[in-house]
């Protein structure tokens, strides 16, 4: 009989003790919002990316979750993304790298099945493979 133990969890004897040992700190799919997966996801291999938490209040819930990272989707565009894990308000903006001061529109938006402008513009800038 396979054996997991769950730290401060004494007295817990998971069905398939091997499967949770495994799945251990995953996230369950069907239970999480889909902005804590991104978030979550791309924290990890092979993304790693360096979010910062931005002490505002989002506009939209007013909660003080919201991180924020900068990544480089393209070449000559640096990308801002900002993302409330609370309401998964995504804010995506688009920076010049190459001329300093051009910038698109910073859009936002909390629609995620399916995706609004702006979450998939967030998700374009952190998904994509990092530029030189
Ligand atoms: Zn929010």
């Known amino acids: 009989m396979p054996w997991a133990f769950f ?6 004897v998971p069905g398939d003790p091997l ?11 069907r239970a999480s919002p889909p902005w804590i997966r991104l978030f979550q996801q791309t924290s990890g291999h ?10 505002r209040g ?3 819930c007013g909660q003080r979750v919201t991180f924020a990272v900068w990544t480089r989707p393209r070449a000559d565009r640096c990308a801002y993304s900002a993302l409330c894990l609370a309401c998964g308000r995504a804010t995506s903006e688009y920076v010049s790298a190459t001329n300093r001061g051009m910038s698109e529109a910073s859009l936002s938006g909390s629609e995620w099945s399916p995706p609004c402008v702006a979450v998939a513009r ?6 994509s493979p990092p530029q030189g």
């Open 122 to 127: 967030l998700r374009r800038a952190v998904f």
């Open 7 to 12: 730290p401060g969890r004494s007295d817990y």
């Open 19 to 29: 499967a949770e040992a495994l799945g251990a700190g995953r996230t369950n799919r």
């Open 58 to 60: 989002c506009p939209g």
């Open 46 to 55: 092979p993304w790693w990316l360096p979010w910062r938490h931005d002490g």
